[in-house]
């Protein structure tokens, strides 16, 4: 009887796995890091002043909280992994009052192709992007309605990582 249990026993140890636990150090679906620029000197980063950045989803506004009235010269954004395409709304000058927005706004629109890549079974997909299309303008309006950014570049239009600008956007 306590060969049987023992058999038992040491089958069902050596045929488990150990636990699939991701580790915090396994790289996400990076963001699209986006750095500002002058535009009379386009090699000369400009701070874009009390910036936020709503993601626009079903024609609704979600502010992205760590973007919200900060004054700085670099962003890294989410793009959506269900769809090819992004929509953001950029404002500079940024203030809220009465639940009233103010400030200078611009449409970013982004297509892109959805790369998944899997990382392990405890940790599942990631995705990565190629950029096809950035356009810097409200495609809804007629005329085209550009605001404060004036031009872009897509500097590297693979996002695989967060260590390096994806676009060079011009104020």
Not at 90 to 116: A, L, T, W
Not at 131 to 137: E, F, G, K
């Amino acid at each position: 009887m306590y060969r049987l249990i023992l058999i038992v026993s040491i089958i069902f140890l050596t045929g488990c796995e150990k636990d699939d636990i991701c580790p915090e150090s396994t790289q996400t679906t990076p963001r699209l890091v986006i750095t500002f620029y002058d535009i009379d000197n386009t090699q000369e980063r400009k701070n874009v002043e009390s910036l936020a950045v709503y993601a626009v989803r079903d024609n609704e506004l979600v502010l992205i909280e760590d973007i919200s009235g900060i004054t700085t010269d670099s962003i890294a954004i989410p793009l959506r992994n269900d769809i090819g395409v992004s929509n953001f709304k950029f404002i500079k000058n940024y203030s809220v009052e009465n639940d009233v927005m103010f400030g200078d706004s611009n449409h970013i629109y982004i297509d892109y192709e959805i790369n998944d890549v899997f990382i392990s079974r405890a940790c599942g997909f990631i995705a990565n992007y190629s950029i096809t299309t950035l356009l810097n303008y409200d495609l809804m309006a007629d005329p085209p309605i550009t605001g404060w950014i004036t031009g872009y570049e897509i500097i590297n239009s693979t996002v695989t990582n967060e260590n390096q600008s994806h676009v060079k956007i011009l104020h």
